[in-house]
């Protein structure tokens, strides 16, 4: 096979070359024949594990030329239960690999034993075990100088390491484990170098919540200190940071990110699991990281994803029919290029959209431009070539009302998608990224661009892949950097498909992970309370920057595959506006009793947020208008406005047309007529009074102040007679009523004639009845006493 790829096309390789690979295959003539002896072994050993197996920790120079050195290192470990002996590690070049299928092939099966891979390059390049005990890692590093490699023409070889030993079930020499990668050969610059976009992003999840102190600088609170883990020395945005400033990249950031780290930098305040929060300390952490992003991005371009990376798949599929949804996204957008500018102080990039895993439809595509964005970063094995074309297109492609799809290879960008936390693993993804771009770049002379857009949050281990790739690629001889708006602007190939895929080619596997409706129904009603809320405000920012941003976290693309959680943020962030939303309220009343025709009904509006409340109306309304008016209405509306951590009462005036409970609602309403707040209801208990009763009690009250006027007239005079009737005797002398004068004249009445005995007299409203003096009969005409007696209307003239 070897052989047969050296004669492909023009080679540079010596004769020598050819006579030695011709030789190596020769020897092993009667080895094969000795196995073709034993048609059972090789499948037996194929349909179980490898007895040995070889992990490729590190190839350097991922790719080699013209006097380099290759140096490989790795372990082997006996995975068998009998001992290895005789084992050595050797090297093997296999063939030149034409297609990018065939790289593909060969990154299915790295370990398979039955797919041989050319002979070995032996000689003093090997490593030598004497024994391999069952369990025991070795290590083995191998350097060989790139010439004796014996590498033929420009393009990607298969590269194999291999152990070969000897059991003491198979007592001959064979190979128990081997390792395939691949090795790039182009040992001087390309005639056309592909023109290479690699993003990197700086995007994590949403840290910050709604929630915000209540202070002056509204402390923010933290979910948790996740993020501060991250941008720690060694976390995995910090490693991003370190490994991605010194390489040519176009940085993808999400604002969100920024204005996290931003906030982490002053004070700021991490939510417990039982509601309660507690002080941040990490402000020098997030400090430094800020700091080391302000000086990576100088003179680098900088694309900024609308704030909090909105999942567009999932706007599309299931927000846009909810009211409002496509708002949130314009915010997202004008808000990006603010924060980045503030933060970095750059200016970035806006106009590009960045769907999940550059997966498209035709919904997805018209909510990606409609804040704006006139290029979508598409990839393509979503965006699949139908023409045929046996190289791979330039990334942009223009598909109609002037947007262009920017198409990443799919190929290169899930090159480091898998679990790389083990050297062997990380070494293969580069070898296999650095195999297919220098595949690329051979297929055809014509100037191309190609955009390579990795996962949205690479780990740590994933990070350091994909830098040790750029770095070698930045280093060959077959590929330039290029930033991501000169690839967008570059001209599109006239082959290459234009045609969107249709939403139901759009993947299950994406679908099923994408925000459903009923999110996007929480965001819009928890807008509607947002914009209930804030009109009554004196300051509207306080709330409008921090729940305006949540809404934008509700819609990130970060929380796919991550339901719960992102259910507990959007409840949380509704909960809190709910309960800032209740500390202006009314206070509960308790039944209250109206006597009379009218009074007077106070209803108390509290305001418990640290800044004054206005535009506000309250409105307190009767169930029986009938029987109870409210300012002569049957409702009646009062403005309100209250200060900071204060309450008001308000006065309404009422009139009573009957007796009887009548129940009252107070409400608050804003001033554009929407409810504000929970109604209070209670009742009022009339106790109204009629005309026929009040003119009964006048009356009882009249009799009342002329009784008592008539008792004080009757004892004036009754006094004022008294002092008559002993004023002479006071003065001496005896008049003829004293009783010490018996001859002494009667008396009655200074303005009435003398009564005879027995004889009753009429006077004014008395009636006075004359007594003989009991002591002297013999004088009956004397008087010694009156005795008054009320007039009963009998006494009259004569009588």
């Given at each position: 096979m070897a052989e047969a790829a050296d004669f492909q096309g023009t080679s540079a390789s010596p004769a020598r070359r050819w006579l030695r690979r011709t030789g190596a295959?020769?020897?092993?003539?009667?080895?094969?024949?000795?196995?073709?002896?034993?048609?059972?072994?090789?499948?037996a050993q194929a349909?179980?594990?490898?007895?040995?197996?070889?992990?490729?920790?590190?190839?350097?120079?991922?790719?080699?030329?013209?006097?380099?050195?290759?140096?490989?290192?790795g372990t082997v470990t006996n995975s068998g239960k009998q001992n290895v002996t005789g084992a050595?590690?050797?090297?093997?070049?296999?063939?030149?690999?034409?297609?990018?299928?065939?790289?593909?092939?060969?990154?299915?099966?790295?370990?398979?034993l039955r797919t041989r891979t050319g002979p070995e390059v032996g000689g003093k390049y090997v490593q030598k075990f004497a024994k391999l005990a069952p369990g025991v890692a070795q290590h083995f590093s191998i350097s060989v100088p790139v010439d004796q490699l014996d590498l033929g023409q420009d393009g990607v070889y298969e590269f194999g390491v291999a152990l070969s030993g000897q059991t003491s079930a198979r007592p001959w020499d064979q190979v128990l484990g081997i390792q395939r990668t691949f090795l790039p050969w182009q040992p001087s610059d390309a005639d056309t170098k592909t023109r290479t976009t690699f993003l990197w992003p700086l995007i994590s999840t949403s840290h910050m919540t709604a929630r915000t102190g209540a202070g002056e600088l509204q402390t923010p609170v933290f979910r948790n200190d996740d993020l501060a883990k991250e941008i720690s020395p060694g976390g995995r945005l910090a490693q991003m940071l370190d490994l991605g400033k010194d390489l040519d990249v176009t940085w993808v950031i999400d604002p969100d990110l920024l204005a996290s780290v931003d906030a982490m930098a002053g004070s700021y305040r991490l939510q417990d699991e039982d509601g309660t929060t507690k002080a941040g300390s990490d402000q020098a952490v997030a400090k430094q990281w800020l700091a080391k992003l302000q000086k990576a991005v100088v003179g680098k371009e900088v694309i900024a994803l609308p704030f909090a990376d909105p999942d567009l798949a999932s706007l599309a599929h299931g927000g846009t029919s909810v009211t409002g949804s496509l708002s949130h996204l314009k915010d997202a957008t004008d808000v990006a290029a603010t924060t980045v500018k503030t933060?970095?102080?750059?200016?970035?990039?806006?106009?590009?959209a960045w769907p999940v895993e550059g997966a498209v439809d035709p919904s997805i595509m018209k909510v990606a431009t409609s804040a704006g964005a006139d290029r979508v970063i598409a990839r393509s094995d979503s965006l699949q070539e139908t023409a045929g074309l046996p190289y791979t297109p330039s990334a942009a492609r223009p598909v109609g009302g002037g947007t262009t799809a920017v198409v990443s290879d799919a190929r290169l960008s899930t090159a480091f998608e898998d679990d790389l936390t083990k050297a062997g693993s990380a070494t293969l993804a580069v070898q296999q990224f650095l195999a297919q771009s220098l595949e690329v770049n051979a297929q055809t002379d014509a100037q191309r661009s190609v955009v390579v857009a990795p996962q949205r949050m690479p780990s740590a281990s994933q990070a350091q892949a994909m830098a040790k790739a750029v770095q070698e690629l930045q280093d060959g001889t077959w590929s330039q950097a290029q930033t991501l708006t000169a690839a967008a602007k570059a001209k599109p190939d006239p082959d290459a498909t234009t045609r969107i895929p249709?939403?139901?080619?759009?993947?299950?596997?994406?679908?099923?992970?994408?925000?459903?409706?009923?999110?996007?129904e929480q965001i819009a009603r928890t807008q509607d309370k947002l914009d209930n809320f804030k009109v009554v405000l004196s300051d509207q920012s306080r709330v409008i920057t921090p729940f305006g941003r949540a809404i934008n976290r509700e819609m990130s693309a970060s929380w796919r595959g991550r339901g719960s959680e992102a259910d507990s943020f959007r409840g949380d962030a509704e909960a809190w506006l709910d309960e800032l939303t209740d500390q202006v309220k009314l206070i509960d009343k308790s039944e209250t009793k109206l006597s009379g025709r009218s009074a007077t009904i106070p209803v108390t509006v509290q305001n418990n947020l640290v800044q004054p409340v206005s535009h506000l109306v309250l409105r307190l309304t009767?169930?029986?208008?009938?029987?109870?008016?409210?300012?002569?209405?049957?409702?009646?509306?009062?403005?309100?406005?209250?200060?900071?951590?204060?309450?008001?009462?308000?006065?309404?005036?009422?009139?009573?047309?009957?007796?009887?409970r009548v129940t009252v609602d107070a409400q608050l309403y804003t001033q554009d007529g929407q409810e504000y707040g929970d109604p209070v209801s209670f009742d009022v208990k009339v106790t109204e009074v009629t005309p026929t009763v009040m003119l009964v009690i006048g009356g009882?009250?009249?009799?009342?102040?002329?009784?008592?006027?008539?008792?004080?007239?009757?004892?004036?005079?009754?006094?004022?007679?008294?002092?008559?009737?002993e004023g002479p005797g006071a003065e001496g002398g005896e008049t003829d009523d004293d009783p010490g004068n018996p001859d002494a004249p009667e008396?009655?009445?200074?303005t009435s004639p003398a009564p005879r005995p027995g004889q009753r007299t009429r006077c004014s409203r008395v009636t006075l009845r004359r007594t003989p003096h009991r002591k002297t009969p013999t004088r009956p005409g004397r008087v010694r006493e009156w005795t008054v007696e009320r007039c009963r209307g009998r006494c009259g003239p004569g009588r």
């Open positions: 295959l020769l020897a092993g003539v009667p080895l094969l024949a000795g196995l073709l002896q034993l048609p059972t072994a090789v499948p349909a179980s594990a490898n007895p040995v197996s070889v992990s490729l920790d590190s190839l350097s120079p991922g790719a080699p030329t013209d006097g380099d050195t290759v140096t490989v290192s050595h590690v050797g090297l093997r070049v296999g063939p030149l690999l034409n297609t990018r299928s065939a790289i593909d092939a060969v990154s299915r099966h790295p370990d398979d933060v970095l102080h750059v200016t970035p990039t806006t106009d590009f249709s939403t139901s080619d759009y993947p299950s596997s994406l679908r099923r992970q994408e925000l459903p409706r009923t999110a996007f009767s169930r029986m208008p009938t029987r109870l008016k409210i300012n002569g209405k049957a409702y009646d509306e009062q403005l309100v406005e209250v200060s900071g951590g204060h309450s008001q009462t308000v006065k309404f005036t009422t009139a009573a047309n009957a007796n009887g009882g009250v009249l009799l009342l102040v002329l009784a008592g006027f008539r008792m004080y007239t009757q004892r004036k005079r009754a006094a004022a007679r008294q002092a008559d009737d008396t009655v009445s200074p």
